[in-house]
């Protein structure tokens, strides 16, 4: 009996101070992991930019390309919308871009415009930058690079196409229909192959 009473005195004697030191040692511990994590994110995020200093231009002169080729694309015929974004393309061939209003795409050929030309080639590029910023969206280079190229970080999440990041605004008065402007419905399923200079078809594959 009494050396229940001791044992039950012993644990109200020290409890209190094993719950502050138990607490504190947490404290520490998460100060420390979250310091730590703070650190290697910087780090991450230094390193990437010394490797890919060039990105950041490189980004400039594709917003740059794609407000010329604004200039040289018609307003959607279908809604009368200006605003389009990159949507897909096809080799250093072919680039589809969607009227973000009615979601109807337009195939451009690299003919249409030296600027389409010079987006197709990099389109590679550019896919692979969104996919970084979305796999780093909650860290140190993801925030950076959402803030420094302007981006809506609500639109920089998993599932999206990589490529619908990328808007300009079409401002060619004339309508949708001239060579070598096509227009089709590109779905998963679809291929688009080119016919000459001046066709475009698709079938199921
Ligand atoms: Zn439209």
Avoid at 72 to 85: A, E, G, H
Avoid at 125 to 147: D, M, T, V
């Amino acid at each position: 009996m009494s050396l229940s009473v001791s044992i039950q005195s012993f644990i109200l004697d020290i409890g209190p101070i094993l719950l502050v030191s138990f607490s504190l040692s947490l404290f520490l511990f998460l100060n420390w992991y979250f310091a730590y994590d703070r650190i290697k994110q910087k780090k991450e995020k230094r390193l990437w930019l010394t490797r890919n200093m060039r990105s950041l231009v490189r980004y400039g002169d594709l917003m740059e390309q794609l407000e010329h080729l604004g200039q040289t694309t018609p307003v959607c015929k279908q809604c009368n919308d200006f605003k389009m974004q990159l949507w897909n393309h096809q080799h250093d061939e072919l680039l589809v871009v969607r009227c973000r209003s009615c979601k109807i795409n337009y195939t451009l050929t690299k003919d249409h415009s030296d600027c389409t030309r010079l987006i197709l080639s990099n389109m590679e590029w550019a896919i692979e930058l969104i996919n970084i910023l979305i796999k780093n969206r909650h860290k140190a280079l993801g925030k950076f690079l959402i803030r420094k190229l302007a981006l809506d970080p609500s639109c920089i999440k998993p599932g999206i196409n990589p490529l619908e990041v990328f808007c300009f605004s079409a401002k060619k008065e004339d309508e949708f229909i001239i060579d070598p402007v096509f227009e089709i419905v590109l779905n998963e399923w679809e291929e688009v192959l080119p016919l000459g200079d001046y066709g475009i078809r698709t079938h199921v594959a």
